[in-house]
């Protein structure tokens, strides 16, 4: 079946740095992407969202970025913050909705 | 409150028993979902519920899963003779409609569970 994945399972970034998180996807149909934020002992928790019909959509510190032509995705976070650390899941939404295996942002000193 | 509230927040049992893990939605959301999530892994779809209805119960593991809704608001999940491989975290979420794009689903903090 389709499935959304994560290129890296661990991303380290200093304090005060961008991140970039990626995300590939394999279902063409898909027409609606969203980012989650998971805090530990916490349920996910909604960062941003894109439509197919669009690129880049930019929210408060944070930009989603979605080529369709590759089907990648991305979370970019403008200068981490320690609050920042988390697991980060993609998802996709086609009939419904499919989470990625998530990624851990760790933030450097 | 605002969000997805769940309760209990941990539960611990002996394995064989019966547990109950009860979602309060947000208010007025149609839509309704509940997921697994192991340690350290993504989110494993159980079922989802527009109003009371499930039209989509593929993801329930076994029979000794099941779930409810009444009143298109509150939902149990019920775990009948529990296994040791069925401790996880249990996550409920509601969205406003469950087909429309640009309704993001809305998750509670979870019941821990432990199978002793």
């Known amino acids: 079946g389709e499935s959304v994945g994560l290129h890296l399972p661990t991303l380290s970034v200093q304090e005060g740095d961008n991140s970039i998180i990626n995300c590939a996807y394999s279902n063409s149909a898909s027409d609606y992407f969203i980012w989650y934020k998971q805090e530990s002992g916490k349920g996910p928790q909604f960062i941003i969202d894109i439509r197919s019909n669009m690129d880049k959509r930019q929210g408060q510190r944070v930009t989603v970025l979605l080529n369709k032509t590759v089907k990648h995705l991305s979370l970019q976070i403008a200068a981490t913050q320690p609050g920042d650390s988390a697991v980060y899941f993609c998802?996709?939404?086609?009939?419904?909705?499919?989470f990625g295996k998530g990624t851990r942002l760790h933030i450097l000193p | 409150g605002a969000g997805v509230s769940q309760s209990p927040s941990n539960k611990v049992t002996e394995k064989g028993k019966d547990v109950e893990l009860r979602c309060d939605p947000i208010s007025g959301h149609t839509a309704l979902y509940w997921y697994r999530q192991s340690l350290g892994q993504g989110l494993e779809f159980l079922i989802y519920?527009?109003?009371?209805?499930?039209?989509?119960k593929s993801g329930l593991p076994s029979d000794r899963f099941s779930a409810e809704r009444t009143g298109g608001s509150v939902s149990t999940l019920t775990i009948q003779r529990t296994q040791q491989e069925d401790s996880a975290v249990y996550l409920c979420a509601s969205s406003s409609q469950v087909s429309g794009v640009g309704q993001p689903q809305h998750f509670g903090d979870g019941t821990r569970l432990s199978i002793l």
């Open positions: 998802a996709e939404k086609d009939d419904k909705i499919i």
């Open positions: 519920f527009q109003g009371n209805s499930a039209p989509d």
